[in-house]
């Protein structure tokens, strides 16, 4: 599996975004899609999952502001991202995950994920 992360920028606080996550190779329909950030000073850390069902998990900081989608036709995973603040300013990764199912605080974790995109930045300016 290939994953092409894209959408990022600089917006200011309160902004948003829609980062596209497209994918080829393995069928996009056979495994869940998850987004990551990380900055420079701390780990990568979960921010949502969506499964093949289409059922979703959320990080606490990011629920009811953040929402994941997806499009089997298109190949393509999304992460909508609004009321931005500078403490979301990160590098968004997406990672695809086809050897577990459903939703867990375990399956948060990156080690659960088996392909990784490369990132795009998201700068948010207060």
């Known amino acids: 599996v290939q994953l092409q992360a894209s959408g990022g920028g600089l917006v200011q606080a309160g902004g948003s975004l829609r980062l596209s996550c497209a994918a080829s190779?393995?069928?996009?329909?056979?495994?869940?899609v998850g987004w990551f950030r990380q900055t420079p000073v701390k780990e990568r850390e979960f921010v949502a999952r969506?499964?093949?069902?289409?059922?979703?998990d959320y990080a606490d900081s990011v629920r009811g502001r953040f929402t994941i989608s997806r499009d089997d036709a298109k190949n393509t995973a999304y992460l909508q991202i609004n009321s931005l603040s500078p403490e979301d300013t990160a590098v968004y990764y997406c990672?695809?995950?086809?050897?577990?199912?459903?939703?867990?605080?375990?399956?948060?974790?990156?080690?659960?994920?088996?392909?990784w995109g490369q990132g795009t930045q998201v700068t948010v300016s207060s």
């Open positions: 990672a695809a995950d086809w050897r577990y199912s459903g939703l867990s605080s375990d399956i948060r974790r990156t080690r659960f994920y088996e392909a």
């Open positions: 190779g393995r069928p996009f329909g056979s495994y869940a």
């Open positions: 969506i499964t093949r069902s289409g059922a979703t």
